[in-house]
C-alpha cells in the first residue's frame, strides 16, 4: 500500500487568509493529482503535476511537485469563502490511484 | 444529462434487504470505477472497469457485486450488508485507466441499519 498523508486534517481560517496543505509519502510517484470535493458533490480535479519540482498556478492556487516526486503542497492566497471544501491529493503510480484522507478547509466570511 | 449521474442520492437500507447503486457516465469514457468514501479515511477503490471488463477488484467483501452491461453504466448490487458498510459511494470515469484523469459522481449516501 502507498499511503499518503494529509495535513492538516481540518483548517478553519477568515476570508483573506494565506494557507498552505501537504501531501506527504515515502513512495515515489509518476504524478500527482489535486481534487476539491464540495459537499453533497464528488471530487473535481484541481491540478495534475508530473515533473519533480514543478510548479502550477490555478489563479490563487499555487501547486508544488517535490523534487523527489513523494510530496506536494497546495498554498492558497487570499482565501475566499468559496475555497471552502475537502482538498485531496492522489500519488499514481503504474496506473493506479492512491488518495490521501484529505483536508478539510473551511473559510469564513 | 452532463457528466456522471449516480441514483440515488441517498438510500437507507436494513442489513437483509437488497438494493442496488446505478452511475452512469455520458462522457463517452472507456473506463469506470467504484470508491468507497468514509469519514477521515481515504478513498478506497472497491471496482475497476475498462472496455466493459472488470480489470481491478480491491478485495471488496461478496456482499457488493459489481456489474457494467456497457461502457456507460455501472452498477452496484449490495445483499446482506453491515452497518460499517455506511458511507459515500462514488462513481468515477476516465477516458483509460493510464492514470488519466477522473470524472466523479456526486456519490450515494448510503445508510445501513
Known amino acids: 500500500t502507498q499511503l499518503l498523508e494529509q495535513s492538516p486534517q481540518f483548517l478553519s481560517i477568515q476570508e483573506g487568509e494565506n494557507l498552505t496543505v501537504y501531501c506527504n509519502s515515502s513512495s515515489v510517484f509518476s504524478s500527482l493529482q489535486w481534487y476539491r470535493q464540495e459537499p453533497g458533490e464528488g471530487p473535481v480535479l484541481l491540478v495534475t503535476v508530473v515533473t519533480g519540482g514543478e510548479v502550477k498556478k490555478l489563479k490563487r492556487l499555487t501547486f508544488q511537485f517535490g523534487d523527489a516526486r513523494k510530496d506536494s503542497s497546495l498554498h492558497i492566497t487570499a482565501a475566499q469563502p468559496g475555497d471552502t471544501g475537502l482538498y485531496l491529493c492522489?500519488?499514481?503510480?503504474?496506473?493506479?490511484?492512491?488518495f490521501g484522507s484529505g483536508t478539510k478547509l473551511n473559510v469564513k466570511p | 444529462e452532463t457528466g456522471v449521474t449516480q441514483t440515488p442520492r441517498h438510500l437507507v437500507m436494513g442489513m437483509t434487504n437488497k438494493k442496488s447503486l446505478k452511475c452512469e457516465q455520458h462522457l463517452g469514457h472507456n473506463a469506470m470505477y467504484w470508491y468507497k468514501q468514509s469519514a477521515k479515511k481515504p478513498l478506497e477503490l472497491m471496482f475497476v472497469?475498462?472496455?466493459?471488463?472488470?480489470?481491478e477488484n480491491n478485495s471488496v467483501p461478496s456482499r457488493f457485486s459489481p456489474e457494467c452491461p456497457n461502457s456507460s453504466h455501472l452498477f452496484l448490487h449490495l445483499h446482506t450488508l453491515q452497518p460499517e458498510d455506511s458511507a459515500l459511494y462514488l462513481c468515477?470515469?476516465?477516458?483509460?485507466?493510464?492514470?488519466?484523469?477522473?470524472?466523479f459522481g456526486p456519490g450515494t449516501r448510503l445508510t445501513v441499519l
Open positions: 492522489a500519488g499514481v503510480n503504474f496506473n493506479k490511484f492512491y
Open positions: 472497469y475498462s472496455l466493459e471488463e472488470r480489470v
Open positions: 468515477a470515469s476516465s477516458q483509460a485507466t493510464t492514470g488519466s484523469e477522473q470524472f
